[in-house]
């Protein structure tokens, strides 16, 4: 299991997350569909953690319209995967 620092993340016209990035990685873009199979199955970890802030984890969760990636709430708005740069 590889823990994946994200310092970028995909979004739709809704803003809701469709891939999750990292420059100079080979596994960046990383799909949404593929992180949450990767997180579920326990095969990666994939976590934000912008300079100053601490690292929090990114989660699935089961919405009213199906699974989607959320990073865990923390006291730095920095670390929201909604408001990491676009990729």
Same mark, same amino acid.
Request: with cysteine.
């Given at each position: ?5 994200v310092?970028? @993340?995909?979004? &739709?016209?809704d #803003?809701?997350?469709?891939? !999750?990035?990292?420059?100079?990685? $080979?596994w @960046?873009?990383? =799909?949404k569909? &593929?992180?949450?199979? &990767?997180?579920?199955? #326990? !095969?990666?970890? *994939?976590? %934000?953690?912008?300079?100053? $802030?601490?690292? %929090? /984890? %990114?989660t699935? %969760? /089961?919405?009213?319209? #199906?699974k *989607? !990636?959320?990073s865990?709430?923390?006291? @730095? @708005?920095?670390?929201n =995967?909604?408001?990491l740069?676009?990729?």
């Amino acid at each position: 299991m590889a823990d994946r620092q994200v310092t970028a @993340s995909g979004k &739709d016209n809704d #803003g809701d997350i469709t891939k !999750l990035c990292k420059a100079g990685e $080979t596994w @960046s873009p990383r =799909l949404k569909a &593929d992180a949450i199979r &990767d997180i579920e199955n #326990g !095969l990666h970890t *994939y976590f %934000v953690q912008q300079p100053g $802030t601490t690292r %929090v /984890n %990114v989660t699935v %969760v /089961n919405g009213a319209t #199906g699974k *989607y !990636l959320r990073s865990t709430a923390d006291k @730095s @708005s920095k670390n929201n =995967l909604d408001n990491l740069p676009d990729c």
